[in-house]
């Protein structure tokens, strides 16, 4: 039953490392995004793509980009991995069905924990 | 420009109280309302939400949360609290004009037994 897919849950890099968080979404929805989740701060938005190929910047798109190529897949690159880019990563999709209230609706990953040595 | 406020980063109760968890947006129409909840390791899975209607809803695991135009308040509650039930809650404000929800900053719900 599981819909949002995050392939790693747990990953251990090294600074300097390019690292990929890959994420799928079986429900054929239009929109995906990627969150960060630190303690106290709550779950702050990277990228967003509303199609393929198609992507915004979320509130903290730094040292952070993305690849949708296919409907069902979203990617989030670090170029360059830091130390300070130690988190949780969040996968959600949501659909464009129902006007503008479907797409407030995001179903998750399990998320993918990210730690840089 | 939506935002949310959780005023409580934790919320401590024992097993068997009553819960309420408070939401409050700023947002300058009706907005769309949720209740997400997240356990240990794991993705945000939605308890509830609200886009029109009724004021009062009902969420999975006998949750519900009212909406309140005149506090723009939209608090989460329930009327006994279980041990399964620690977790952290995170409350979100969205619209139909934009396909991104503003989320809160979470609550963390310890449950003593």
């Known amino acids: 039953d599981v819909k949002v897919t995050q392939s790693s849950r747990y990953l251990v890099k090294r600074t300097g490392e390019k690292v990929f968080l890959e994420c799928v979404q079986d429900m054929d929805h239009e929109n995906m995004f990627w969150y960060r989740q630190d303690p106290g701060l709550g779950l702050r938005l990277i990228y967003f793509s509303y199609d393929v190929k198609m992507k915004e910047k979320g509130d903290i798109p730094e040292g952070y980009s993305v690849s949708r190529e296919k409907k069902e897949r979203f990617s989030l690159i670090l170029e360059s991995a830091s130390t300070n880019q130690t988190s949780m990563y969040l996968c959600?999709?949501?659909?464009?069905?129902?006007?503008?209230?479907?797409?407030?609706?995001?179903?998750f990953g399990a998320g993918s924990r990210l730690t840089v040595l | 420009a939506q935002s949310v406020t959780q005023p409580d980063i934790h919320i401590t109760v024992s097993e068997g109280a009553s819960l309420e968890l408070r939401c409050n947006y700023s947002y300058g129409a009706t907005p769309y309302l949720f209740w997400y909840v997240q356990s240990p390791g794991q993705g945000l899975q939605l308890l509830l939400k609200?886009?029109?209607?009724?004021?009062l809803v009902q969420g999975i695991k006998g949750f519900e949360a009212e909406f309140k135009r005149s506090q723009s308040s939209f608090n989460l509650r329930k009327p006994s609290v279980h041990w399964s039930d620690a977790a952290e809650y995170f409350c979100a404000v969205g619209s139909g004009g934009s396909y991104i929800p503003t989320f809160g900053r979470g609550t963390s719900l310890i449950v003593h037994p």
């Open positions: 959600a999709s949501s659909h464009n069905k129902d006007g503008g209230s479907g797409a407030n609706v995001l179903t």
């Open positions: 609200y886009f029109s209607g009724d004021t």
